[in-house]
């Protein structure tokens, strides 16, 4: 018995709507950048692992139908938009509040930069449309869901790792300069902070939206 998969027009269709999420700014995008930028490459990184963790528990949803479930629950998705634009308001006051204060990867603790990123893209209300009711479209429903989820996980996961690691390295070797200057670290975390607010209350404004 042949394991059903996605066919290649499917893949590289797919394969766009996923480049085109993953490079224009976003949540995920945003902390990435700025955590490359204001604290090196190794925050960065860590940042970027749990960006894709939390994609990874997207993509599992999807391929369990707990995504199918959120998109018939318009409470579940107002919960998760509000959610997601709340935690974003609460990334940037703290930003605020420690920009330029011990701004090293080491001081702010890998372990903590990755969870931010994991819950960042866990409650990114972007991501989750995407996944809700954009990868839907991509799937045969006369086949078995679970593997062609898997193909299309894949794909995903590989093009957004290439994409946010782009960013990492670029954002990354501008960062010295910002990690060295005591007022160059401050100025960039206020930027950060104050973009993770106003991400946020849009995100609460507008509500969610197909990318």
Same mark, same amino acid.
């Given at each position: 018995m042949m394991i059903p998969m996605p066919g290649l027009t499917t893949i590289l269709l797919f394969a766009l709507a996923t480049f085109i999420l993953t490079v224009s700014p976003g949540p995920g995008v945003l902390y990435v950048t700025a955590r490359s930028l204001a604290q090196g490459r190794r925050a960065g990184f860590a940042s970027m692992f749990g960006i894709e963790a939390?994609?990874?528990v997207w993509i599992a949803a999807a391929a369990t139908g707990v995504a $199918? @479930?959120?998109a018939a629950s318009v409470s579940a998705l107002t919960f998760l938009r509000f959610a997601g634009?709340?935690?974003l308001i609460f990334l940037g006051i703290q930003r605020w509040r420690d920009a330029g204060a011990s701004d090293t990867p080491e001081a702010a603790g890998?372990?903590?930069i990755?969870?931010?990123g994991f819950v960042t893209?866990?409650?990114n209300p972007k991501v989750a449309v995407f996944f809700v009711a954009f990868l839907p479209q991509f799937l045969n429903p006369a086949q078995a869901i679970g593997p062609q989820v898997a193909v299309l996980g894949a794909v995903y996961i590989g093009i957004a790792? $290439? @994409?946010d690691a782009s960013y990492v390295m670029s954002a990354a070797a501008l960062s010295r300069r910002f990690i060295e200057s005591g007022a160059a670290r401050r100025r960039t975390g206020?930027?950060?902070g104050a973009s993770y607010v106003a991400l946020g209350l849009a995100a609460a404004a507008t509500g969610v939206k197909t990318p």
């Open positions: 939390g994609e990874v $199918a @479930v959120l634009a709340a935690y890998l372990g903590r990755f969870a931010q893209q866990i409650l790792i $290439a @994409v206020r930027i950060a």
